[in-house]
Nanobody, 126 residues
Framework: QVQLVESGGGLVQAGGSLRLSCAAS????????MGWFRQAPGKERGFVAA????????AYGDSVKGRFTISRDNVKNTVTLQMNSLNPEDTAVYYC???????????????????WGQGTQVTVSS
């Protein structure tokens, strides 16, 4: 099992940046692909980004491609989401997720992930 704790959310003006972090514990971090999802009020949880166990493969949702960057540190057991050029449509609760796999194929569906953090709120004002 793995425990995930997100941090770094907050309030930012449109055009600004935020950096989210997810700290993992309880299991071998490098056995897991990691993902970020987000959920706005009244909407389904949607895919933001994912990274393979070794960091060699990444994937992004269409709405964040070119603005967000996912990375991981398998020594510090953390995954990071750097978010630039934020706009009000990025406002949501952001969740970190883990899937136990050594494949380079990256799941984009929430149901494919095994473990979840509690989420961190990101609010972008116009």
């Amino acid at each position: 099992q793995v425990q995930l704790v997100e941090s770094g959310g907050g309030l930012v003006q449109a055009g600004g940046s935020l950096r989210l972090s997810c700290a993992a514990s309880g299991s071998t971090f490098s056995n897991y692909a990691m993902g970020w999802f987000r959920q706005a009020p009244g909407k389904e949880r949607g895919f933001v980004a994912a990274i393979s166990w070794g960091g060699g493969s990444t994937a992004y949702g269409d709405s964040v491609k070119g603005r967000f960057t996912i990375s991981r540190d398998n020594v510090k057991n953390t995954v990071t989401l750097q978010m630039n050029s934020l706009n009000p449509e990025d406002t949501a609760v952001y969740y970190c997720a883990a899937r136990r796999t050594l494949s380079r194929l990256l799941p984009r569906e929430a149901r494919e992930y095994d473990y979840w953090g509690q989420g961190t709120q990101v609010t972008v004002s116009s």
